[in-house]
């Protein structure tokens, strides 16, 4: 009776070992041969071990599984075809970074690996130290660790192996190279194509084909069609479009673009595990990486891109603002003179042209923002950024991986929150959504600028980066105390992938920015506007109409007094008179305008919720702004707008001017950014919020939490700020 049998393959590096290690696994018992139809040497060897008949393989060596030579081909197909058991990936310790390349290729295929650090001697005697315990849990595989020549750790690493393939576990799916956005969406709408019409056909795993297909893989190409029959057609075209899809966003192969990717990947890894190597590859990338991740500079280069990024925003975006702002004022002229004095003319100049004006004009600041973050994206500093923000992130008990939705989320938090997907671990998962929502988006850029802009002057940039870093610290500290009450335990591990640095195409980046900022303008046409109606309808209804007769006999009797007052004076003095004729009806009309809105249902509303409002410095005006922002938060502004009747007043800067009227300071404006920045976040996000975690609860706890907050530290800037009678 012979013994059941398991087949081992070798695989790995030339000069790796694996000879050496095969020998020393089979010993004498050993069959030299050629692989079929090839002048490759092929080597077998059965041994009796744990109760098996093993049958070891010793593949050629090769740097790649990509099957440019014949060694390569070889190699691959026995493990696609003979399906090896298991197989052992020999790893030349002491040129890690160099034998990654297949370990990672070996992942991405759909089999069992151990891997075998052999060469340990080498790397000792060099200086390099590798964490073992770390490799194997950044790629889910075992590692043992082997000095060939000497026979050390081949037992160890047998026993592994044969444990690994009795193992009923299917190979881990986790833990492999993700490529960047448009290469996972391209490689998941191939795979949804293989499974929805090859399905149970299909040889290998889907993703794997799918990755495959996008790199144009002839042989995998054969080998579907000869399963797909007629079907083959079409998904060889959907195969093209795709890969013509990324060859126009890249301007390079797909197959280049996923070998850079797999690099990235290499580079974090080799980040992570390998503590001193002396002899460092000296290359563009790690150039600038020395500077750009280094210890001491990494940080403050960050915040002063950071602080750079929002500079920009602030001042560049003041250009084009100013004229938006004049479009939107000769509209309201315009309207004006068209229509006939009433409630609709009113509806349109006061409820439509300023709310969804006062929003428009920031759609400049917006560009620019997302502009910059599709540069922190395209350039791959957003991964470095990443990469330093690790260590805080692990004061939260968060990997650095977490940061890139908090990012994100200065963007639009309902990405972000979607962006969460990439995390492994359900609680990370769950904590980095509960503290996205601190990261102030964009949305609430125009709150700060009209706040900031108007109370602060020339520092408004500095202060609303402030308000950022505000944002920032207090997710972390909630992170902080979310991670010891409510997800006690450890962080998954992960490999932080740091891709080469691109020199970003202004094409690329034009999409990426287009395809947030259009969302913007989405909401500016849709949800702002019907806002701004509503809240207009509920501010001037019902309609106090004593107080527009009085309007009327008011106005009648200052045209009287001032048409007196012109026939009485000189020339020369007509102009003034006319100037403060012109201001006393914009005044008359203005003061109508917020009395009506204080009668109002608007008003009545606010007024009641004023106690809750007034610890914090905010009126009732604005806290129905501040209210109304549940919507999308654009609308605060369009509120206040609305409440304070903005455009009737022909001078710029009307609704700051209009704020400080009706007692705002510089300290309640603090205090109200304040609680913008932090209370709760918009329907969209709320969404995705219960979307992502699956659960009410989290969505109210969120809700719940975030206003809490926000309340409290209004409550302390505005509250403290008096005390240092700052306001
Ligand atoms: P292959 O190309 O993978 O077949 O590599 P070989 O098995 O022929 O090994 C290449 C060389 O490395 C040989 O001279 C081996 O003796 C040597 N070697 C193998 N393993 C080790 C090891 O762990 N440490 C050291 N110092 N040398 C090793
Ligand atoms: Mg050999």
Redesign the pocket.
Known sequence: MTDPTLTIALA????????????AITGTRQKVGNWPGVTVEKKEGVVHRHGYDLKVV?LP?TYSLTPFSIEEIVARNFILDESPDVVID?IDASNLERSLYLATQLRELDCKVVFAL?????ADSRGIKIDARKLSELLDVPVVL?????E?GIDDLLAKAVELALSGTPPPQKRKVRYNQEVEKAIDSLQHYLTTHLGAALPYHPRWIAIKLIEDDAIIKERLAAIAGEGIGVLLATAKKQRAFLVDRFNDDPEIITTDERYGFITGIIKEVLTTSPRQRVDFSRNIDLVLTNRFLGMPIFFFFIWAMFQLTFTVGAYPQDWIEHLFELLAVGVDHLLPAGWVKDLIIDGIISGVGTVGVFLPNILILFFCIALFEDTGYMARAAFLMDKIMHLVGLHGKSFIPMLMGFGCNVPAIMATRTLESKTDRILTILITPFMSCSAKLPVYIVLAGGFFGVRAGTVIFCIYLTGIVLSILTGRLFRTVLFRGADAPFVMELPPYRVPMLKSLMIHMWDRSKMFLKRMGGVILVGSVIIWGLANFPRATELHDAQVQETARLEAQFQSELKAAPAHSQPEIEARREQALAELSQRVKSQQAAQSLLGRIGQALAPVFKPIGVDWRGGIALLSGFVAKEIVVSTLGVLYAVTDDPQANALESALRAAGMTPLSALSMMVFVLLYLPCLATVAAIRRETGSSGWMFFSITYTTSVAWLMAFLVYQGGRLLGLG
């Open positions: 790995g590096n030339p000069n790796s070992g694996k000879t050496t290690i095969f020998n010793d060596g020999i052999n060469m340990m001697d080498m082997t000095v060939g020549n000497k050390k």
